[in-house]
C-alpha cells in the first residue's frame, strides 16, 4: 500500500528565513500531490496543487516541487513569518477520479520571531 | 458565510450510545467526504458521495453510515460507539474529479470523546 513519510519532528525556523518541508513518497507516483495547512483545532486549508508533470509551482510566499523520479515534494514558505506556524500536510490522488486523498502525518513548522 | 459547517463541534457520549454528525456545504460542490483523524494526526478517508451516490467505501465498520439527503449534506450516523471510535471527524467537499484537480474546503471538525 501507499505509503506517505513527512517529518515528524517539529521543524524550528527563525523568522524572515525559509522554511523547507519534506514528503516522500513510495510505490506510484500521484496525478496530483497537494499541501495543506492545519491549525490547532481546526481543519485542513488547501494551499496548492501540482501535477504529475509540473516540476514547480508557486503562491506568493509558497513554492511547491515535485520529482518523480526522487518519489518526493518539498513545500518552501519564503521570508516565513511567526503566523506561519502550523502543521503542514501533504496529500496524493491517483487518476481515476474518485477524489480520494491520502495523507501524510505532517510536519510541524514553528517559526520563531 | 461558512463553506463546510458540521456540528456539533464536541461530542461526549457513552460506549453503546447511537450519535450522528451533520454536515451542510454552500460551495455547490458535486462531492462531498468523511475524514477520521486519529490521536496521531492521521486524516484518513472513510466515504465520499458525488451527488448523493456512494464513490468511496474504506474499510469502515458498518456501525458507521453515511446519508445524503441532497448534493450539498452529508451526514454521518454511527450506531453503538466504541471506545476506539474516538477522534476528530472531518468533513470535506470538492468539485468532481473529472472536472479536473482541485483542493478541497474541510470543516472545522467535530470531536468525538467515547467514554
Known amino acids: 500500500s501507499q505509503k506517505i513519510e513527512q517529518n515528524s519532528e517539529a521543524l524550528n525556523i527563525q523568522e524572515g528565513k525559509t522554511a523547507t518541508l519534506t514528503c516522500n513518497y513510495t510505490?506510484?507516483?500521484?496525478?496530483?500531490l497537494q499541501w495543506y495547512r492545519q491549525d490547532p483545532g481546526r481543519g485542513p486549508v488547501f494551499l496548492l496543487l501540482?501535477?504529475?508533470?509540473?516540476k514547480e509551482k508557486r503562491k506568493e510566499r509558497l513554492k511547491v516541487t515535485f520529482d518523480t523520479t526522487l518519489k518526493q515534494s518539498l513545500f518552501h514558505i519564503t521570508a516565513s513569518q511567526p503566523a506561519d506556524s502550523a502543521t503542514y500536510l501533504c496529500?496524493?490522488?491517483?487518476?481515476?477520479?474518485?477524489?480520494?486523498?491520502?495523507f501524510g502525518q505532517g510536519t510541524t513548522l514553528q517559526v520563531k520571531p | 458565510d461558512t463553506a463546510v459547517s458540521q456540528t456539533p463541534k464536541y461530542l461526549v457520549t457513552q460506549m453503546g450510545n447511537d450519535k450522528s454528525i451533520k454536515c451542510e456545504q454552500n460551495?455547490?460542490?458535486?462531492?462531498m467526504y468523511w475524514y477520521k483523524q486519529d490521536s496521531k494526526k492521521f486524516l484518513k478517508i472513510m466515504f465520499s458521495?458525488?451527488?448523493?451516490?456512494?464513490?468511496i467505501n474504506e474499510t469502515v465498520p458498518n456501525r458507521f453510515s453515511p446519508k445524503s439527503p441532497d448534493k450539498a449534506h452529508l451526514n454521518l450516523h454511527i450506531n453503538s460507539l466504541e471506545l476506539g471510535d474516538s477522534a476528530v471527524y472531518f468533513c470535506?467537499?470538492?468539485?468532481?474529479?473529472?472536472?479536473?484537480?482541485?483542493?478541497?474546503?474541510f470543516g472545522s471538525g467535530t470531536r468525538l470523546t467515547v467514554v
Open positions: 470535506a467537499s470538492s468539485q468532481r474529479r473529472d472536472r479536473g484537480p482541485g483542493g478541497y474546503t
Open positions: 510505490n506510484y507516483s500521484p496525478a496530483y
Open positions: 501540482i501535477r504529475e508533470n509540473e
Open positions: 496529500a496524493l490522488e491517483y487518476a481515476g477520479n474518485t477524489g480520494k486523498l491520502i
Open positions: 460551495l455547490g460542490h458535486d462531492t
Open positions: 458521495y458525488n451527488n448523493k451516490e456512494l464513490i
